[in-house]
């Protein structure tokens, strides 16, 4: 059975349990019994998208970053998603979260101190080096809207291979 889960499957799995991003499974007990089919399906429906976080990882210092020339801010990047939907964007910001080597990716959580709960969080997937939480980087790549990555995790607005390089690295 396992022969017949892609690789890429597992493995984000996997990274989701680790990472502590699993969602709990629906309770099989005698009071509920309609989840018991549920339960025995191949592919669990999945309706709640994989959750922001609602703090950084650590705290992260967002005081006095500064937009970049030409750039955008995280909450600019979601009030202007729609325009911006398969555009090359620019955002400073700093890492508050960093996942590395997930599917051949680094995933990274950014903020810049913009926005209001729901966008403030920029997530930033790269193939290059994962820089660590609290370092100051510049994001540049095309931003996706409504990326479905399976297992739970949906993103409204995500920049996809982007280049990240590190302007200030955490103390």
């Not at 890429?8 to 680790?18: D, E, I």
């Not at 018991?36 to 950084?56: F, N, Y």
């Amino acid at each position: 059975m396992l022969k017949s889960i892609p690789a890429s499957l597992l493995a984000l799995t996997v990274a989701a349990v680790l990472a502590g991003c699993a969602k709990e499974p629906a309770s099989t007990s005698a009071a509920a019994p309609e989840a018991a089919p549920a339960a025995q399906s191949a592919t669990p429906p999945m309706t709640e998208p994989h959750p922001m976080p609602a703090a950084p990882a650590e705290e992260v210092d967002l005081a006095g970053i500064a937009k970049a020339d030409g750039g955008k801010t995280v909450a600019e990047v979601f009030a202007e998603k729609d325009q911006l939907a398969g555009q090359q964007v620019l955002v400073r910001a700093k890492v508050v979260k960093s996942n590395p080597g997930i599917m051949g990716k680094n995933w990274l959580h950014v903020r810049d101190g913009s926005g209001a709960e729901g966008t403030n969080d920029l997530t930033v997937s790269t193939t290059g080096a994962a820089p660590g939480v609290g370092d100051t980087v510049l994001v540049k790549g095309p931003v996706s809207l409504n990326k479905d990555l399976g297992m739970g995790y949906v993103y409204d607005v995500i920049v996809e291979d982007a280049e990240v390089t590190v302007e200030e690295s955490a103390p």
